[in-house]
C-alpha cells in the first residue's frame, strides 16, 4: 500500500465534460455532503480545462477543503498546473514509472481492465492504485469489454494497492458482495445521470456500508 491507501476509499465519481453545466458546482457540493470524498475529472480535450478554469479552479477548492481528492484523467502534464491531487491514466497514455517521477507525490491511478499482470506491473513502477473493469455495459465506453465472474473472482486477489471497480454501474446492478471487496467504486452516469443524483448517492451508499 502507498502513504495515499487510507484515504481511496468509497465512491470514485467520475465527472465527464458531457456532465459540464451551470449547476455542475452545486452538484459536486451535494455529493461532498453526501460522502464522496474522490473525484475524477475527464476532458477529452486539454484546452477544455482552460475554457473552464475558473469554476474549476472554486471547485477544486471545495474539494480540499473537504478533505477529499480531485484527480485528472489522462492530462498528467497538466496536473501541477492546476493543482489536481493526482491523475488517472491508460495503459497507452505514457510510461507510468516516468509519469510517477512527473507527479513526484501526487496521486497516480491506472486503468488494468481485466488484467492483474497489469495491476502486479502498476504496483512495481509507482501507481497508487488500479482500477478493473468494466463490470457492466457502459454508457460513457461502450466498447469497454465487460468482465466475467471468473475474472472477477481472479482479481479480487490482488491486495496489493486499493482497487477501483469502474463501468456501468449503478444502485441498481451493484451488490454489497461486490462492492466491499473493492476499496472505491467508480460511477459516473449511474449517479450524475439520474433523474435525483442525491438519491442515487445516497442508494449506492447504502449499498457500499451494508
Partial sequence: MTEHSSRLKGIHLIINECDWSNSIEAKIEDMIRGGIRVFQFRFS???????????????LLKIKEANAIALLNNHWQLVQKYNFDGAHIGQSDGDPFLIKSFLKKKILGISC????????????????????????R????ENAKVLSNEQLEIILTFKELPTVLIGGIHSDNLTSNIALNFDM?????????????????????????K
Avoid: W
Avoid at 45 to 59: C, D, G, T, V
Avoid at 196 to 203: G, M, T
Fill in 138 to 141: 457502459s454508457k460513457t465506453k
Fill in 45 to 59: 480535450k486539454a484546452f477544455l480545462l482552460n475554457l473552464e478554469r475558473i469554476e474549476i479552479q472554486n471547485i
Fill in 113 to 136: 481492465y481485466g488484467h492483474l499482470g497489469l495491476a502486479y506491473s502498476a504496483k512495481k513502477t509507482g501507481c497508487d492504485y488500479v482500477s478493473f473493469g468494466a463490470y457492466a
Fill in 185 to 209: 467504486i467508480a460511477i459516473s452516469n449511474g449517479i450524475l445521470g439520474a433523474p435525483d443524483p442525491k438519491q442515487a448517492l445516497q442508494e449506492v451508499m447504502n449499498i457500499i456500508k
